[in-house]
C-alpha cells in the first residue's frame, strides 16, 4: 500500500461545477498536511494547508480527518484556471528527520 | 517563503555524459531536497541534501548516480551522472522549515533530455 493515495483522474466538470478530491495516508504519526497545485510544466505551487478545523480560502475548502486518515479539497463554482493537477502532501517528522511525501496528484480538466 | 533559483531549467545531453543542476536560495533553509518527476507521474523523492555530511538518498537512488552536495544552508547541487535516456525527467530541488507552517517551496525545476 502507497503512503499517499490519490485517484488521478482525471477529474472532466464544466465551468460552475462543484467538485471533490480525497487523499488517504497511511502514517497515523504524520503531522503537516498540504494541497499543491501543478500546471502543466511547472513545479508544484502551494495551494493550501489543511487542519483538522477545516480551512476554507475563496472557492477552496480543505479538511484533515485525522481518525480516518484523509484529506479533502472542495472546489467550488470550477473556473477553467482550475484545470491543473492537485498533490496532496503528507509531511512527517520523526527523530530529526522531515519526511515530506506526495502523493500522485489528480488531474482536473474543467470544460466550458 | 523561500525564493529559489535552480538551473539550467532545460538541457539536452548525450548519453554518458554528467549533468550538474544548480540550486541556491535566497534564504538559510534547513532542509533542502531533489526530487525528480518523470511524465505524467508524480515527485519522487531522490534524496534530502545535508549540510555539511553526505545527502541521505531514498530506496532505488544511489550516490554513484546523484552525488548532492550542500556546502551552505543556501547552495546545493544535484549531478546526473553517466546519463542514459531512462535519466530524462524534471528535477526538481526543494526546500523546507522546521517552522510551525513546514512548507515545501520548490525551484522552477530542470528538464532533461537524454539523447
Known amino acids: 500500500r502507497k503512503e499517499v493515495e490519490q485517484d488521478p483522474g482525471p477529474f472532466n466538470v464544466p465551468e460552475g461545477a462543484t467538485v471533490a478530491f480525497n487523499c488517504t495516508y497511511s502514517?497515523?504519526?504524520?503531522?503537516?498536511f498540504f494541497w499543491y497545485r501543478q500546471d502543466c510544466r511547472k513545479e508544484p505551487k502551494l495551494l493550501m494547508s489543511v487542519y483538522s478545523s477545516g480551512n476554507e480560502d475563496g472557492r477552496f475548502t480543505a479538511q484533515l480527518n485525522r481518525a480516518s486518515q484523509y484529506i479533502s479539497l472542495l472546489i467550488r463554482d470550477s473556473k477553467l484556471s482550475d484545470s491543473a493537477t492537485y498533490l496532496c502532501v503528507v509531511i512527517t517528522i520523526s527523530g530529526g528527520s522531515y519526511i515530506p511525501t506526495f502523493g500522485r496528484g489528480t488531474s482536473l480538466i474543467v470544460h466550458p | 517563503s523561500a525564493v529559489i533559483s535552480q538551473k539550467p531549467s532545460r538541457d539536452i545531453c548525450q548519453r554518458g555524459t554528467s549533468l550538474t543542476i544548480q540550486c541556491q536560495v535566497d534564504?538559510?533553509?534547513?532542509?533542502m531536497f531533489w526530487y525528480r518527476q518523470q511524465p505524467g507521474q508524480s515527485l519522487t523523492l531522490i534524496a534530502t541534501a545535508n549540510q555539511g555530511s553526505e545527502a541521505t538518498y531514498e530506496s532505488g537512488f544511489v550516490i554513484d548516480k546523484f552525488p548532492i552536495s550542500r556546502p551552505n544552508l543556501t547552495f546545493s547541487t544535484l549531478t546526473v551522472s553517466n546519463m542514459s535516456p531512462e535519466d530524462s525527467s524534471i528535477y526538481l530541488c526543494?526546500?523546507?522549515?522546521?517552522?510551525?507552517?513546514?512548507?515545501?517551496?520548490f525551484g522552477a525545476g530542470s528538464r532533461l533530455t537524454v539523447l
Open positions: 526543494s526546500v523546507g522549515e522546521y517552522s510551525g507552517a513546514n512548507v515545501l517551496t
Open positions: 502514517n497515523s504519526a504524520s503531522q503537516s
Open positions: 534564504s538559510q533553509v534547513t532542509m
